[in-house]
């Protein structure tokens, strides 16, 4: 607990400070930064002091630890205000940002670093895959945006030389969904300039110290960064890991492979560009080395005789529409190559934030179907400056900070009060210095530092930084907050004609006027733009949509670089204005960035211009909390048994003091005309934490209502729909019986009794029944027929279906569309004569009473040899006859002996009949050629199966059961008839012959 931090390490809040002196505010700071504490609180403020060293104090633990707390549970930290800037997003759907500010060196960058690495921590626990993306591309932009645009300089070894706001964008369950950054005034200046001891940005030295061999070479680059003028200052030893981190950024965030060499591409050229001299040659200006303009042009993916015009001649266009090239003195050309190379740069800059704004934005974002879309955002911006050489990009930088610091003096100070006055709430007014006064220095229309330099850039003539400098002096020279040397005349530290000053919040600062007015036209030659749209890199050419005008067209002079930074600083602030802000004051404790230096007197100017003492005290007077009654009442309502669910009392007013007098409270609170003061995060603390153990109990009971209504309208519904299932069964039963009628009604005065007709589909719950009804009719349709058909062909109709049945379409064709005459040699004109006496002969020897079949057969042997036979079957033996000697009986075979028969599924008339004595009979049932409509084996097999089926032996009956392939047909005493589906026929001694698919049928005796 913060309150709970042991004494030795000074008080965690300077609030609590025993008086609000500067002494002891400054004693207190330098106690907890000699003790390692470098974090201290002012109410929901942070003061960060730069350590200089790496902490261990940023880990899963403290990240845990900090996660879902009030800020006064934990010590002071940067996860503290993170949290609270998160929580307050999630719980009331607002907007927020985190302002981080300080002068450079203070430590803003590396604070924005562990506020978003905090932020990508605590949330998305269930690890979505797209959340995952997004977290990891917001982190890798740290990387990228460090190394192009930050440098070494005197104060900061890793100075931020750009304003970075960054937007992070949440869904309703709090996880990030996408962002977008904004840039601000990049120090382009630095690419071809550094002050002594500076560096270049970094990006430069990474690829230098960093990039392979076969990058170099592709580049005709050379390891060393003194060989180029734009990079002969120092280099370091973290350069070549960080390439590498930086080449792995720009892959996880999605750039391409084209584009990353195109990136490394044009730092190339500009290293290039750098090392270009010209010289005069008569009256022309000449590149002194031609093969760094080869090398310039195969980077930029132009030729090198348009780099070079673009070089060396302008393009002016005359009055009358004439275009004319222009030389280039030696001092333009060197002018126009810098010009050239500070351009490129910030282009490279610009387009890298925006491909990473494409990957990051928000897609397909419906407000309806995903709910609220809250933000963060993060501010890091280049702090205050006071160099030796304070140039544009100082004066630039310095009126930022004084805009932001209107906008902590407008939130934190002066709104606070006049929202006290307005509400009625005893207050004693707080002094604390406005910088209004300052900003309208520099921004005031028509009067202000940045209107002069404009009227200076647009006027007529050739006007210079001098003559800028005294029009200043003429207009601003009764200002408090502003001098030169020509208004003091008494202070040296000024020069005549070069030095202006301005007193700003946080110090005095000489500006140096030569060179303000370049740098706020920011000029290039058009020449320069056509060259690189007209680059056949489509990244480069992107770069540079203007370079497609004609140098003839007319086009609107363009703003200069002061108005357009004024312009986006104005929006940047209205843009935080509308979100709940939380402050990060950074301070830096020396200028030798060492961690064991206090530099008081440094400390002490940081924390006057920070106005930080002035915070404490409207702090400490002030109320931590406050809010509209009518969402206070909302959001602690369920907190009090007179305002839950609805209270009856005449205003809101009243509702919040019957919660605030059952608490207990009431002493820590003021009320207002419309809003509700609380002047300590405890009190608010013991609500939140009361409301959060009722929100489950309230949500199972919702949960448990609702669930119930739910479950009641379900049931509702159900018995609904099984009414009508009923009701719909019936109906649809009723009418099939309905149209079963109709259909059928008339069958029997039908010639066919109803067989055409096609009978009607059948309910599902009608399906037995409908099979039932079918058979009953089938039977009763078949009982019509067979009434019609004489006795003497029943015998031929039981055969035929007995044949049908057993088949089971195994054959297709077996004679039943014929007379089944049987006895077939009793019709013959042949030895008909011969026939008869025979079977009378053998009639009165066997005694049988019926022949079920006789005729003209082929006998096949085992051999595969054939005879003619004849084939007389009755009902007590087989025979088999010799037509050519009288019907001469060659072979008697009792019929009970006959175990099968085998019928192949051709339309051949092959047919074996097996014996218990394994002495088969092999015939074909017609000799010569197949007379057509003349297939006899259905005849046999019918003939056999009904002979068997419908005899009574020793008064026992005979059953009968038909199945395919291993399965059997049951007949008197075990008639088996099988029908499986054989490759191959077999004789009688079971081996095989050549033959077609068989159907055999087995008969077999008990």
Request: glycine content about 6%; some cysteine; proline content about 3%.
């Amino acid at each position: 607990m913060a309150e709970l931090e042991g004494l030795e390490f000074g008080k965690s809040d300077f609030v609590l400070l025993d008086e609000v002196t500067m002494e002891q505010f400054m004693e207190n700071l330098k106690l907890r930064f000699e003790k390692g504490r470098i974090y201290t609180f002012i109410g929901e403020v942070v003061v960060s002091v730069n350590p200089y060293r790496e902490m261990d104090i940023y880990g899963k633990e403290v990240v845990e630890a900090y996660r879902g707390r009030e800020l006064y549970e934990n010590p002071p930290h940067l996860f503290s205000v993170a949290d609270a800037a998160y929580k307050t997003m999630k719980r009331r759907a607002k907007d927020t940002c985190i302002v981080i500010s300080g002068e450079s060196g203070a430590g803003k960058t590396e604070a924005s670093k562990y506020i978003m690495q905090y932020i990508a921590a605590i949330t998305n626990p269930s690890q979505r895959a797209e959340v995952e993306s997004v977290k990891n591309v917001l982190l890798k932009s740290n990387c990228v945006l460090e190394a192009f645009g930050n440098a070494k300089t005197n104060r900061n070894n890793n100075s931020s030389r750009f304003g970075k706001y960054m937007d992070i964008n949440f869904n309703f369950n709090g996880d990030p969904t996408g962002g977008h950054i904004n840039n601000y005034l990049l120090e382009k200046s630095r690419v071809v300039q550094q002050q002594g001891g500076e560096r270049n940005f970094h990006s430069f030295y990474q690829l230098l110290r960093g990039g392979s061999e076969e990058m170099l070479q592709s580049l005709f680059l050379q390891r060393d960064p003194s060989f180029y003028i734009y990079t002969r200052e120092g280099t370091s030893s973290e350069d070549r890991s960080a390439h590498k981190a930086v080449l792995t950024a720009l892959k996880v965030i999605g750039f391409r492979a084209q584009e990353i060499d195109s990136i490394y591409m044009i730092l190339g050229a500009i290293l290039h560009l750098g090392n270009l001299e010209f010289a005069t040659d008569g009256e022309s200006v000449r590149v002194t080395a031609p093969q760094a303009v080869e090398n310039i042009a195969i980077l930029t993916s132009t030729t090198a005789a348009d780099v070079s015009k673009a070089l060396l001649f302008r393009t002016v266009a005359t009055g009358g529409g004439e275009v004319i090239d222009k030389g280039h003195s030696e001092q333009e050309a060197n002018y126009g190559r810098d010009a050239f190379s500070k351009a490129l740069y910030e282009r490279l800059f610009s387009w890298i934030v925006s491909r990473i704004n494409a990957v990051i934005e928000v897609k397909d974002y419906n407000p309806v179907l995903h709910g609220k879309n809250t933000v963060i955002g993060v501010l890091d911006i280049y702090g205050f400056e006071i160099f030796d050489n304070n140039s544009f990009e100082q004066f630039c930088i310095n009126y930022c900070n004084e805009k932001l610091h209107q906008l902590f003096i407008e939130l934190i100070l002066r709104q606070e009060q006049e929202e006290y006055d307005r509400e009625g709430i005893p207050w004693q007014h707080i002094d604390y210095c406005n910088n209004q006064i300052i900003v309208d220095l520099v921004e005031q229309p028509h009067r202000g530092i940045i209107s002069i330099l404009d009227e200076a850039c647009l006027g007529v003539g050739k006007v210079t930084d001098v003559m800028c400098l005294e029009s200043m002096d003429s207009k601003l020279g009764q200002h408090p907050h502003y001098t030169s040397r020509k208004l003091s005349p008494t202070d040296k530290s000024l020069e005549f004609q070069r030095h202006f000053r301005i007193r700003h919040y946080a110090g005095d600062v000489t500006y140096s006027v030569e060179g303000f007015l370049e740098k706020n036209k920011d000029p290039l030659f058009q020449d320069f733009k056509r060259l690189m749209f007209n680059s056949t890199n489509p990244v480069l050419s992107e770069m540079w949509p203007e370079g497609r005008l004609d140098i003839t067209e007319v086009t609107k002079r363009p703003l200069t670089a002061a108005t357009l930074f004024k312009n986006s600083i104005v929006a940047l602030v209205d843009k935080l204005a509308c979100k709940d802000p939380y402050y990060v004051r950074c301070i830096k404790p020396n200028e030798v960035k060492s961690p064991m230096l206090f530099d008081d007197a440094r400390c002490r100017h940081q924390v006057a211009y920070l106005g930080l003492l002035e915070n404490v005290r409207v702090r400490r007077a002030g109320f931590a909390y406050r809010q509209p009654y009518n969402r206070f009442l909302q959001r602690y309502k369920m907190t009090c048994e007179y305002t839950w669910p609805n209270h009856l009392m005449e205003s809101d007013r009243e509702a919040v003091e019957a919660i605030v007098k059952q608490h207990d409270f009431h002493d820590d609170v003021e009320y207002g005309h419309t809003k509700l003061f609380v002047r300590t995060p405890r009190s608010l603390f013991t609500l939140e934490q009361e409301r959060a153990a009722l929100i489950p109990i309230l949500v199972l009971f919702l949960q448990k209502v609702w669930r119930g209504a739910l479950a009641r309208m379900r049931c509702r519904r159900i018995r609904a729909i099984y009414r009508i299932m009923s009701c719909f069964r019936r109906y649809k039963v009723k009418a099939h019986f309905w149209e079963v009628e109709r259909r059928l009604g008339g069958v029997r005065t039908m010639a066919d009794y109803g067989r055409s007709v096609q009978w009607p589909a059948a309910p599902a719950a009608l399906a037995h029944f409908h099979a039932i009804t079918q058979q009953l009719y089938h039977r009763w349709w078949a009982r019509q027929v067979v009434k019609n058909i004489p006795p003497s062909d029943m015998a031929e109709v039981r055969a035929k279906v007995a044949a049908l049945s057993a088949l089971q379409g195994e054959r297709p064709t077996w004679g039943c569309g014929r007379v089944w005459e049987r006895d077939y040699l009793s019709h013959v004109s042949e030895g008909c004569a011969h026939f008869v006496q025979v079977s009378k002969e053998l009639k009165n020897k066997d005694q049988f009473s019926t022949i079920l079949f006789s005729g003209f057969v082929r006998k096949v042997n085992r051999f595969n040899k054939s005879t003619d036979r004849a084939l007389f079957i009755t009902d007590k033996h087989v025979y088999k006859l010799e037509p050519r000697k009288h019907f001469r009986v060659l072979k008697k075979i009792p019929l009970d002996n006959v175990t099968g028969l085998s019928v192949t599924s051709g339309a051949d008339q092959m047919l074996v009949l097996h014996t218990s004595s394994k002495d088969d009979i092999l015939v074909c049932l017609q000799r010569g050629e197949l007379c057509p409509n003349q297939d006899r084996v259905g005849e046999v097999l019918g003939t056999l199966s009904d002979h068997f089926t419908r005899s009574v032996h020793w008064g026992t009956t005979y059953q009968s059961r038909l199945t395919f392939t291993t399965k059997s047909l049951s007949l008197a005493h075990r008639l088996i008839v099988e029908i499986p589906l054989q490759k191959s026929l077999h004789d009688g001694d079971g081996k095989k012959m050549p033959g077609k698919t068989s159907v055999s049928i087995n008969f077999e005796l008990q």
